[in-house]
């Protein structure tokens, strides 16, 4: 009763909510009162801090994506005006802040999750401060500084994580927080930057105000695009959950294979953002079987002729499915492409060697050792082939690479399960 | 001096530039992603239930045309189209081969039971895209009879989205007359009406049936 109530109603989410606009006015009002703090700024923390605490509460209600923009925006007017040290301290009392009064969908795990990474980055970021500053020195020294800082602040988590010391190493918790969008940080910088030269050429403080007019517009820009990228990956979702009620046994078939397809990607040269790619064409690699038979794919037996042809058609399905999406676009032939095999052989269309793409030809090494070796602990075992361990997966791959599969998509595959045994 | 006007210029006339992408490009693009995104689930419903083939097409015709009888709003029919297009989403939950092929008078309970749900299904599959919220409530309530009290887990009435009023009549109607022809059909509907069928709706379906008829007489 409540769902249908909730979702029939349609309501357009308040763009600009009075909140912000007070938020944006605190801020400026901040910012021009404070100005002076500049030569003493030992008398000007406790306002800064309240002031910070204010904006941080008054935030959280919001999308994650603004509160990433007007937290950037702050902490770099904070940074100019009175240095690293009071950024420092409103950050680890906003934190302090939240455990004590925890908002809405803020629990434990968030709050370790997120305070790694600040300890992390506040080091770092606080010497970058004060090693730009002295260099270059005066009201142009300390701006940049101050975006250094919160640069560092905000991309540390992120590269940290890349080396293996991020939060989300120790607290598997820290994979759940919210990205922002990072665009939307050095979109916010701009306007506070404008309003810095502004008051220091012109003298005059009024005009500070302008920088209202580029922080919305950011902050407007980075919530459209936010909502664009949750509907790609709510299609995603989507798409998955239907296969997922029409087969229920490739439960974690598909995030595995996604996972391994993205690694083996990487490892191969491909950009980030290409092997991004790749990971979502191997959630999407199978969808086309939302068109087969359960029962021919779950048959026990070896299948007929025309079974056999049935089935082998959920590849052209697969691509006829994602083809209406302009996003998919390099999605589509993947997909339909990946049951080829480099000897030519394979089907939809008998491509062979470099003819197939080389997304394809990952998720075509990935998904056969996923096939091999699901339901060895029990579980998703297929009912027409017994589970093999890893090893003699392995030993199968390598045995096909060349004619089933590409050697060096293989040899990839094979140091990446290496590496993940390891660990 | 010069320079700082310049710098706060340029700034206005960039933000004014940011915000007009930011509310005008931005979501017309979206629009058109869920437009795309629509007709892929649609795509991906005709290829698992080749037997519904048409009918889609049918149902979506006759909400629009109900839509218009209403006077409802142009804004919201939009809404009410994707619901016809992916009201039967939930339905891949049923085995191919039971939808497929196995008439309706053979099937065993539980998979009458799977069948009935598939409303609810369809939503909760509808409701990991944002911007289908709206679109999701309607496909959940979209075979919910009107009559008070015959389903306590769904409201009744006046309080059930009218969107999902349109498309119970539009579908099931659609699905009897392929099966058994346009008089029974109607008939059927309109021995429903105030159980399980909005009485306004029903009425409105019979001029919208009759009309049809006339603008096809008209031409010979």
């Not at chain 1, 927080?177 to 030269?197: D, E, I, K, M, T």
């Not at chain 1, 302008?210 to 950011?218: E, G, I, K």
């Not at chain 2, 239930?49 to 109900?66: D, E, I, S, W, Y």
């Not at chain 2, 009879?145 to 539009?170: N, W």
């Amino acid at each position: 009763m409540s769902v249908s109530q909730a979702t029939a109603r349609t309501r357009r989410p308040a763009i600009w909510p009075p909140a912000l606009a007070c938020l944006w006015g605190a801020a400026v009002v901040a910012l021009l009162a404070l100005a002076p703090i500049q030569s003493a700024p030992d008398s000007g923390w406790l306002p800064i801090l309240v002031a910070g605490l204010l904006a941080d509460r008054l935030t959280l209600g919001q999308s994650a994506s603004r509160q990433g923009v007007f937290g950037a925006a702050f902490q770099v007017g904070l940074a100019t005006l009175c240095g690293p040290a009071a950024v420092l301290g409103a950050s680890v009392a906003s934190l302090l802040f939240k455990r004590l009064w925890p908002p809405r969908g803020f629990d434990g795990a968030r709050w370790r999750a997120e305070l790694l990474p600040a300890a992390w980055t506040a080091l770092l970021a606080a010497v970058a401060f004060w090693g730009v500053e002295s260099t270059l020195g005066g009201h142009a020294g300390s701006l940049s500084a101050a975006c250094a800082y919160v640069a560092i602040q905000h991309f540390g988590p992120g590269a940290l994580s890349q080396i293996g010391l991020g939060g989300s190493s120790f607290w598997p918790e820290a994979r759940r927080l919210p990205s922002v969008p990072q665009g939307g940080l050095f979109l916010a910088l701009l306007p506070l930057a404008a309003a810095n030269v502004v008051l220091v050429k012109l003298d005059a403080p009024g005009l500070v105000a302008f920088a209202l007019l580029p922080a919305a517009a950011a902050c407007a820009l980075v919530e459209a695009r936010t909502r664009e990228e949750a509907h790609y990956y709510g299609a995603i979702a989507a798409l998955t959950a239907m296969l997922q009620r029409a087969h229920p046994q490739t439960n974690r078939h598909m995030e595995r294979v996604a996972d391994a397809a993205e690694e083996v990607g990487l490892r191969l040269g491909m950009p980030r953002k290409r092997a991004r790619l790749v990971r979502e064409a191997a959630l999407l690699h199978d969808i086309g079987k939302i068109a087969i038979d359960e029962q021919i794919l779950e048959k026990p037996g070896p299948l007929t002729h025309d079974e056999m042809a049935h089935v082998k058609r959920h590849a052209e399905y697969g691509a006829e499915i994602l083809a209406p999406v302009r996003r998919f676009g390099p999605l589509v032939a993947w997909v339909r492409h990946h049951h080829e095999r480099p000897d030519g052989t394979g089907y939809p269309d008998g491509l062979s060697g470099s003819r197939i793409p080389l997304a394809s030809r990952i998720i075509a090494v990935v998904d056969a050792y996923d096939a091999m070796t699901a339901g060895i602990d029990g579980g998703e075992r297929r009912a027409y082939r017994e589970p093999v361990g890893e090893y003699e997966a392995v030993a199968e791959l390598k045995a096909c690479s060349g004619k089933q599969f590409d050697p060096r998509v293989v040899r990839a595959f094979c140091s990446a399960l290496r590496r993940r045994g390891a660990n | 001096m010069e320079a700082a006007w310049t710098i706060v210029l340029l700034f206005a006339a960039s933000s004014v530039a940011m915000l007009w992408y930011a509310k005008r490009v931005v979501p017309s693009r979206t629009e058109a992603r869920i437009e795309e995104s629509a007709r892929a689930f649609s795509k991906a419903l005709e290829l698992r239930f080749p037997v519904q083939k048409g009918v889609t097409a049918r149902v979506c015709n006759l909400c629009m045309r109900l839509a218009h009888e209403l006077g409802m709003p142009p804004e919201r029919t939009t809404g009410l189209r994707l619901a016809a297009e992916l009201r039967d989403i939930g339905l891949c939950a049923v085995p191919h081969r039971v939808l497929n092929e196995k008439p309706v008078s053979e099937w065993t309970q539980s998979e009458r039971r799977l069948y009935h749900r598939h409303p609810e299904l369809g939503a909760s599959m509808l409701a990991h895209l944002p911007a289908l919220k709206h679109i999701a409530g309607i496909v959940r309530c979209h075979h919910a009879p009107f009559g008070e009290g015959a389903d306590p887990t769904f409201p009744s009435g006046k309080a059930l989205p009218i969107e999902s009023r349109i498309l119970k009549v539009a579908s099931e109607y659609a699905w009897f007359e392929r099966c058994e022809g346009k008089e029974i059909a109607l008939a059927a509907i309109e021995n429903g009406a105030g159980t399980k069928y909005d009485p306004a709706l029903v009425s409105g379906l019979r001029r919208v049936l009759t009309s049809e008829r006339d603008g096809e007489r008209a031409p010979a």
